[in-house]
């Protein structure tokens, strides 16, 4: 069974772009989440998308967006980007019921010089 | 105060030896509870899930939940040295956002 396939694995900004990172959740899996991972706040939770709609989100700005389509796959996008939005950005899937397990993908690590 | 405290390490341990990592929350609405574990730059691979209080064992993995408390605890028995990453406790109610602690990082010398 595949897992959950981020794209592109690394990517290198500059300071005003924006960018869009892309998620392929496992299949069968309705629930997608993002998250922010820094050595300094650690992993921070992004948004939550289960079934095309934004079900829960964190404490970002609103540069930081996503959606879901109808097969599941998501992609989140960063506009206007900062220096501090260097990170590695996680993707997890879930079935999306209650008390899930989530499942990671390897990530997209972006980095905006 | 972090609602997902973990003990900072770094932890260095000989190999075959235990090696137990901690995590305290603040959340009394937390009622799931993972472990992950974390190669450097990979993704969390999930290792442990639980939703009780009580001890839960997998091979030589052994998550240990105490709700009254509000403390969590994974043991590793016989590490090994491809055992050394970094361990992350995460946790959530019944909405699906991840609190995590800050991550331990272990090395298992061999």
């Known amino acids: 069974k595949a897992g959950v396939t981020q794209t592109p694995r690394y990517l290198i900004k500059t300071r005003g772009q924006q960018v869009t990172l892309s998620c392929s959740p496992i299949?069968?899996?309705?629930?997608v989440s993002w998250y922010q991972q820094t050595p300094g706040q650690g992993l921070q939770f992004l948004f939550e998308y289960f079934s095309e709609t934004q079900r829960n989100k964190g404490n970002f700005p609103g540069r930081f967006s996503g959606r879901q389509f109808s097969n599941s796959r998501s992609e989140m996008n960063v506009s206007t980007l900062e220096l501090g939005d260097s990170a590695l950005y996680l993707c997890?899937?879930?079935f999306g019921g209650g008390g899930e397990k989530l499942f990671f993908g390897s990530g997209t690590q972006l980095s905006v010089l | 105060q972090k609602e997902v405290e973990q003990d900072p390490g770094p932890l260095s341990v000989p190999e075959g030896a235990i090696v137990s990592l901690n995590c305290t929350y603040s959340?009394?609405?937390?009622?799931?509870f993972m472990w992950y574990r974390q190669y450097s730059r990979k993704g969390p691979e999930l290792l442990m899930y639980?939703?009780?209080?009580g001890n839960k064992e997998d091979g030589r993995f052994t998550a240990q939940v105490d709700k009254s408390s509000k403390y969590i605890s994974l043991f590793i028995r016989d590490s090994q040295p491809s055992d050394s990453a970094t361990y992350l406790c995460a946790m959530h109610s019944n909405d699906y956002k991840l609190s995590f602690g800050a991550g331990t990082t272990v090395t298992v010398r061999a």
């Open positions: 299949s069968g899996h309705r629930s």
């Open positions: 639980t939703y009780s209080s």
């Open positions: 997890a899937s879930s």
């Open positions: 959340n009394s609405a937390f009622q799931y």
